[in-house]
């Protein structure tokens, strides 16, 4: 949710102007920055939102809000944000992990949110013309601050979605959804489902993100509990005997270790997922998982 210059700014070279730098109107006739769309980044830690204190040269100039900016030709939204908050901030963009993005679509211009952690409350600066001011801002003491007007609006939504993502899935439950000879090799068939989970990196209705980047949790049991992660980013979890119970205990654990997690196990089975459900976690059914893989 970020903006140019509305006053006059000397070209002194100090402002790189990207193909994506131009007023639009989108279809509600409101006017936006941001000729493909724009994108912000909001990073959060330990209860804290970091914000920027836009320059009064800017739209919206002495609000707060996150750092972004207008897209790109061909630039994904997650590269836009990081861009655009390294250009406005001392932000290492080493140091975020994007977890999610929450989509705004006005039609014929939208706005991407990147929802990302750091591992500390890092010491951020302004670092641009843009940039009065960054500041890490209790969450609970965000909505108390003269905020731009989109990031206002958007805020309520936003403030659910600063959690982490975890898809758990229970493998031997996905995999009998499918008839693609399991039952004669349990193992092969789980490795085949943990290299197809492995090789997604974006869940869509994955709630409450519009499109989740999560760590992955696959439980397998059995004649399967013997696969490995592979050359996957799956954290593979063997179920030493019943693989609901493992599923329930690995829900619990997660949750117990980070209140903020934001958990989904998939799976068809009516008791594990009202015990997942009694765990803080949400579900899905296989068709969802499947018809993304």
């Known amino acids: 949710m970020g903006g140019p210059v509305v006053g006059g700014m000397p070209d002194d070279g100090r402002v790189t102007w990207g193909d994506g730098d131009r007023f639009v109107r989108c279809e509600r006739g409101h006017t936006h920055w941001g000729r493909h769309g724009a994108a912000g980044l909001l990073v959060h830690h330990d209860g804290h939102v970091l914000l920027q204190h836009r320059a009064e040269l800017t739209l919206g100039g002495g609000t707060w809000g996150v750092f972004g900016g207008a897209r790109n030709k061909d630039e994904d939204p997650v590269a836009a944000a990081l861009r655009e908050t390294a250009e406005e901030s001392t932000l290492d963009a080493g140091e975020v992990t994007v977890h999610a993005l929450m989509h705004e679509d006005h039609g014929g211009w939208a706005y991407d949110t990147a929802i990302a952690t750091v591992p500390a409350l ?3 600066r302004a670092a641009s013309w843009e940039s009065k001011d960054a500041a890490w801002v209790p969450v609970e003491e965000v909505a108390g601050h003269n905020l731009f007007g989109p990031f206002a609006n958007a805020w309520p939504r936003l403030r659910g979605c600063l959690r982490r993502p975890v898809l758990v899935v229970d493998a031997a439950n996905v995999m009998g959804s499918r008839a693609d000879g399991w039952w004669r090799d349990r193992a ?24 989740a980047f999560p760590a992955k949790v696959l439980v397998v049991e059995g004649k ?33 270790e980070e209140p903020t997690v934001a958990c989904v196990v998939v799976t068809a089975d009516r008791e594990l997922k009202a015990r997942c459900k009694a765990e803080g976690a949400a579900t899905a059914g ?7 893989l």
Do not use: C, K, N, S
């Open 122 to 124: 890092l010491d951020v």
């Open 188 to 211: 092969g068939a789980a490795a085949r489902l943990r290299d197809e989970f492995g090789a997604v990196d974006a869940y869509t209705g994955m709630a409450p993100f519009d499109t």
């Open 224 to 256: 399967a509990r013997h696969v490995d992660a592979g050359d996957t980013d799956v954290r593979v979890v063997p179920a030493p005997t019943d693989g609901d119970d493992t599923i329930v205990a690995t829900v619990a654990e997660l949750v117990a």
């Open 286 to 292: 296989p068709r969802w998982l499947l018809d993304q």
